[in-house]
């Protein structure tokens, strides 16, 4: 067995392992926290499939008021977050109450928002249950929501108490949202660790116990660059890497309606692209771009986009929180586990790298 336990982060400990259900019972104990004041926010899914193991662990919580929403990226507006906000005034939350997120991103990331924001702010505890928050989103403390299809334009940094991540959650998860979470553990070996990137080349992904490892490896790399720049003034954008464009190609499939892009489909897409401007601009070997690109079409099937999605592409890319002064802000990678931020590109270098996307990837 793997020695860590738990990762301490800003102010918060993330607990990693067979036993983090314990140690949040264990938590919640010493919390004092009562019955009537815990809340629990799930989706269809989670409440089907996380819910049962969650309660029959964790004592405390087996009289949580719980509150349901539809899973999917479509639910992470404020709509729902005003639903929200009503059912918990309605069951008499107030700032001794206590909001466990039991989900993937979406859930995490509103959840963390909606308590947040809720009486200037209750605490809440994020249990995240798909890979990709369980590698990421769950770590960090960026909370918030879509404005229209627009990706987290409405947010605020605020930790949770608490992050505990129970692997065996894993085990209802199915395939395509499992690859999609290992784009952001693709990302985490890009920007920095060489010789996790060499262990990604022959890891089997589908073997729970090589997940356990992964999910600690990578949230040791995520906390040590949020410790840093908590706030994303600098290198905290790293880990931003494939997300300009990922971003962008996730609003789009959003507004159009198409067949439905995860998170890290989208992020795998962007990813390349963002190796493309690398190369080409950026110094990054081209023998390091043709690796990464094969690697991720080995595990990501091609994300058709024509090429009148481009002028679209590059106007969602305009609204991106990380331009400055007008400028399109990307992070590039100078070699494999290395990288630079505020790294600029024009109109034209983005669409050559959205056509190698193409070319290459297919
Ligand atoms: N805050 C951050 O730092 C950060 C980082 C990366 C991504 N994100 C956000 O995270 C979101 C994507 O997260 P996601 O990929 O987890 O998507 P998600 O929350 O939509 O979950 C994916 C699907 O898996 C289901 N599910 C969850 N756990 C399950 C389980 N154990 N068994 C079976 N089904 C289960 C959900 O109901 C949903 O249908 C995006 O909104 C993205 O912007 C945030
Ligand atoms: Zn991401």
Redesign the pocket.
């Known amino acids: 067995m793997t020695s860590v336990t738990s990762i301490q982060s800003a102010g918060y400990s993330v607990f990693i392992g067979p036993q983090a259900l314990g140690d949040l019972n264990s938590f919640l104990q010493k919390g004092g926290y009562n019955k009537g004041k815990l809340f629990i926010l799930?989706?269809?899914?989670?409440a089907?499939?996380?819910l049962p193991s969650l309660t029959a662990q964790v004592a405390l919580l087996e009289g949580a008021s719980i509150l349901e929403i539809e899973?999917?990226?479509a639910?992470?507006n404020i709509e729902v977050c005003t639903r929200l906000w009503r059912a918990m005034a309605e069951l008499g939350a107030d700032r001794q109450s206590l909001l466990l997120n039991?989900?993937?991103?979406?859930?995490?990331?509103?959840g963390?928002f909606v308590a947040s924001t809720y009486k200037r702010g209750i605490p809440f505890i994020q249990v995240?249950?798909?890979?990709?928050?369980q590698v990421?989103?769950?770590?960090?403390?960026?909370?918030?929501i879509?404005l229209d299809h627009l990706?987290?334009e409405i947010g605020l940094f605020s930790v949770p108490q608490g992050v505990f991540i129970w692997p065996d959650?894993?085990?209802?998860?199915?395939r395509r949202?499992m690859i999609?979470?290992f784009a952001?553990i693709i990302k985490h070996a890009l920007i920095a660790d060489k010789g996790y990137w060499t262990q990604l080349q022959t890891c089997n992904i589908a073997d729970a116990v090589v997940w356990e490892e992964l999910i600690r490896h990578s949230v040791q790399i995520?906390n040590e660059i949020v410790l840093a720049d908590p706030k994303e003034k600098g290198i905290r954008k790293a880990?931003n890497f494939g997300h300009t464009i990922g971003?962008a190609i996730?609003s789009y499939f959003l507004e159009n309606d198409k067949r439905q892009l995860?998170?890290?489909e989208a992020?795998a897409v962007g990813m390349i692209a963002e190796a493309y401007l690398s190369f080409k601009y950026n110094d990054f070997p081209e023998l390091e771009l043709n690796e990464v690109t094969s690697f991720i079409k080995s595990h990501f099937s091609y994300v058709e986009m024509e090429s009148m999605a481009d002028h679209r592409l590059l106007e969602l890319m305009r609204h991106d929180k990380k331009n400055e002064k007008g400028a399109l802000n990307f992070t590039l990678l100078n070699r494999i586990g290395e990288y630079s931020i505020n790294k600029h590109a024009t109109v034209a270098q983005i669409s050559e790298a959205l056509n190698y996307y193409r070319e290459a990837a297919i």
Do not use: Q, W, Y
Request: charged fraction near 25%.
């Open positions: 799930v989706d269809e899914h989670t089907r499939h996380c899973s999917g990226e639910s992470k039991v989900g993937g991103g979406v859930i995490g990331d509103m963390g995240p249950t798909t890979l990709l928050s990421d989103a769950s770590v960090g403390g960026k909370t918030g879509d990706k987290n959650f894993l085990k209802t998860l199915g949202e999609s979470g952001e995520k880990l971003h996730e995860l998170h890290g992020v």
